[in-house]
């Protein structure tokens, strides 16, 4: 399956595009104090006390170019990614990837007891890693470069600075962990739900024919001849194939894509085959 064409939005990463620069609006307009952060940040040492900061960190953003740069990534990224995983999975996996953020930047509770984690780095560096994982060798234009880069090298890039910086940059204002967070649960991520994926579709394998339909015994020629005049019966093959067409529908969008019909139709082969 191809990627959804670039400059378009899907429903979930346009919420979280506008969800993210309305609150950077109120943030620099309205609630210009530092209670916001200080409330909404997500600061390891007091986890267990204000425990929904591992949400709601991820839609602050210490400036304006922080801001941009997540929300440039996810709107790069995102769309094909929502759209090949389908969008209540990619909503889960956003999050899975911003709580595992959070998760690793407990590790800088040994530097600095203090420190506040901001940004939805490690979510969108999440969404990135699923790319990459779906499309390893499409191209990626990034500026100033003058060739693309396969989307492979790039993530690939992106954990190794991620991984020296956290290393060696402990003075630095970046929760590099945060980044490290994101690409390991969004990795752990992907394989699980890639297997739970490959093993809904051997569920619904159609078994063949010959197993399924008994085989009928021919009428006799004056009933045949006798029979009203209608239409032909759909074949039991063409059934099958329609459920290939789903099988493949749900391997590239989820089981959100499906329609009613489309939901109906497995329910009702699946209870057949339960029944021969």
């Avoid at 991984?163 to 990795?187: C, K, T």
């Avoid at 569920?203 to 015994?217: C, G, L």
Wanted: glycine content about 8%.
């Amino acid at each position: 399956m191809r990627p959804q064409a670039s400059f378009t939005f899907t429903p979930w990463v346009r919420g979280l595009i506008i969800a993210n620069f309305v609150v950077f609006f109120l943030k620099m307009t309205v609630f210009t104090g530092p209670w916001l952060l200080d409330v909404f940040a997500f600061q390891p040492a007091r986890a267990l006390t204000r425990w929904w900061t591992p949400i709601t960190y991820m839609f602050l953003h210490d400036g304006f170019l922080h801001l941009l740069f997540n929300m440039l990534v996810l709107f790069v990224f995102g769309p094909a990614v929502e759209q090949r995983m389908g969008g209540r999975t990619f909503g889960l996996y956003y999050f899975v990837c911003g709580l595992g953020g959070a998760l690793l930047s407990f590790g800088l509770m040994l530097t600095a007891s203090s420190v506040a984690v901001i940004g939805a780095s490690g979510a969108v560096y999440g969404v990135a890693l699923a790319y990459a994982m779906f499309w390893p060798d499409r191209p990626i234009l990034v500026f100033p470069l003058p060739m693309p880069v396969k989307a492979k090298w790039l993530v690939i890039f992106l954990v190794g600075l991620s991984l020296f910086s956290a290393m060696f940059s402990s003075g630095s204002n970046v929760a590099h962990l945060a980044h490290l967070g994101g690409f390991l649960f969004g990795f752990i991520f992907v394989r699980v739900e890639g297997t739970v994926r490959s093993r809904a579709r051997e569920a619904f394998t159609v078994q063949p024919m010959a197993h399924v339909v008994p085989k009928r015994r021919p009428r006799p020629r004056a009933h045949a001849q006798a029979a009203a005049p209608g239409p032909t019966p759909r074949r039991d093959s063409s059934v099958y194939d329609e459920v290939d067409r789903v099988l493949d529908k749900i391997s590239e969008s989820g089981m959100d894509s499906l329609t009613p019909d489309e939901r109906r139709l497995l329910d009702d082969v699946s209870k057949r085959l339960r029944s021969n």
